[in-house]
Structures are given as structure tokens and as C-alpha cells.
């Protein structure tokens, strides 16, 4: 069993959807949870992470951690077709120099 | 422009070949590190540095090695290249550790 599950997709959507997704573990160490979104051909971008269990928002994006589900999702509102790319999860026992264990990552298609 | 650079983008190479891939970021980042992607795997971390001179591995350092001798370069070599050590290669670096990186554009590696 993968430390980090997550489904690859591809998630299709239309413009203006809410997109929810989601990641689930087993390390229940796991302290910092980190959200990337990645273009194909580019390297991944950090769009935010959280520490321990809450909600953190930044702009169309909310990313909520419920550590006792082992469970964590990216809400995107108002998606745009700019959105479409992966999606990839990350998480660490701390911060630092702990090593991540990163998900497959999830496909997202905004269609217009 | 903020960025983390690494050269060259793409690669092919023969068996045995030793190579080196480049890595340099202009912001000052003590944390640097170095992670393969592969298919169905996600991104993995092959080496981390937190400062000059200081380095240790991540989860498949097998078959690379890494040097810090300066804060904003972080070379990647692989001394006997195989075949499964093709992948699509990224440097990161953050100035606090795994929860904050920045990833540069990715290095695509061949080997035959």
C-alpha cells in the first residue's frame, strides 16, 4: 500500500465548476501537507501548504486537512480552463529537511 | 527574475557515460534537493542539501551523488548512468525546507 493515494484522473470539468481534490494517507506522523500544481512540461509550483488539521484559503483556492480521516483536499473555485494541469499532493512528518512523499497526481481538465 | 535554473533540459546518453546536471537558484536558498519523476511513481527524493557542505540523502540516492560547495549551485551526477535511471530530473530549492519549494524546469534524461 502507497503511502500517498491519489487518483490520477483525468477530472473533466466546465468552466466556473468547483473542483475538489482529494488525497488520502496511512503516516499518520504527517504534519505538513503541500499542494503543487504542474504544466505539462514544466516543474511543479507550490499553490500552499498547511500544517497540521484546518482550512487554509489563498484567493480561488482552499486546501482542508482532516487528520483524524488521514484525508486531504484542494478546492478550486470558479475553475478556468488556465487550470487545467496536475494536480500533485505532498506530504511530511515536520518541515525542514524531512523527506515528502509526494501523490501520483490528478489530472484536471477546465473545459470552456 | 526569482528562479531555480538546471541545464541541460534534455539529455541522451549511453550506459556508463558519467554526466553532470546542473542546478542554480539566485534566492539566496539555504535547502536544495533533487527528486526524479517517473510514471505511475510520482516525484521522489534522490538527494537534499539544508546548507554548503552539508547533504543527505533522500529516498533512492542508489547511483547519484551530489555536491554544495556553493549556496546557489547544486550539481546532480551520475558517475555510471544505466537505463533506469532515465526520468525526467527537478532541482528545488526553498528557504525553509521540504514545506516551501521551488522547482526549477526539469531536466529530461535518456540513457541507453
Known amino acids: 500500500q502507497k503511502e500517498v493515494e491519489q487518483d490520477p484522473g483525468p477530472l473533466s470539468v466546465p468552466e466556473g465548476a468547483i473542483v475538489s481534490l482529494n488525497c488520502t494517507y496511512s503516516?499518520?506522523?504527517?504534519?505538513?501537507f503541500m499542494w503543487y500544481r504542474q504544466y505539462s512540461r514544466k516543474g511543479p509550483e507550490l499553490l500552499m501548504y498547511?500544517?497540521?488539521?484546518g482550512n487554509k484559503e489563498d484567493g480561488r483556492f482552499t486546501a482542508q486537512v482532516d487528520k483524524s480521516s488521514k484525508y486531504i483536499s484542494l478546492f478550486i473555485r470558479d475553475s478556468q480552463p488556465s487550470d487545467s494541469a496536475t494536480y500533485l499532493c505532498?506530504?511530511?512528518?515536520?518541515?525542514?529537511?524531512?523527506?515528502?512523499?509526494f501523490g501520483r497526481g490528478t489530472s484536471l481538465i477546465v473545459h470552456p | 527574475e526569482a528562479q531555480v535554473t538546471q541545464n541541460p533540459r534534455y539529455l541522451i546518453t549511453v550506459t556508463g557515460k558519467k554526466l553532470t546536471v546542473t542546478c542554480s537558484q539566485n534566492?539566496?536558498?539555504?535547502?536544495m534537493s533533487w527528486y526524479r519523476q517517473d510514471p505511475g511513481l510520482g516525484l521522489r527524493q534522490i538527494y537534499y542539501s539544508m546548507n554548503v557542505e552539508v547533504t543527505d540523502k533522500g529516498d533512492v540516492p542508489e547511483g547519484y551523488k551530489v555536491s554544495r560547495k556553493e549556496k546557489r549551485n547544486f550539481p546532480l551526477i551520475l558517475e555510471s548512468p544505466s537505463p533506469n535511471q532515465t526520468s525526467l530530473y527537478f532541482c528545488?530549492?526553498?528557504?525553509?525546507?521540504?514545506?516551501?519549494?521551488?522547482f526549477g524546469p526539469g531536466t529530461r534524461l535518456l540513457v541507453l
Open positions: 498547511t500544517y497540521s488539521s
Open positions: 503516516n499518520s506522523a504527517f504534519q505538513y
Open positions: 505532498a506530504m511530511s512528518e515536520s518541515g525542514g529537511s524531512y523527506i515528502p512523499t
Open positions: 534566492m539566496n536558498h539555504e535547502y
Open positions: 528545488a530549492s526553498s528557504p525553509t525546507g521540504v514545506e516551501t519549494q521551488y
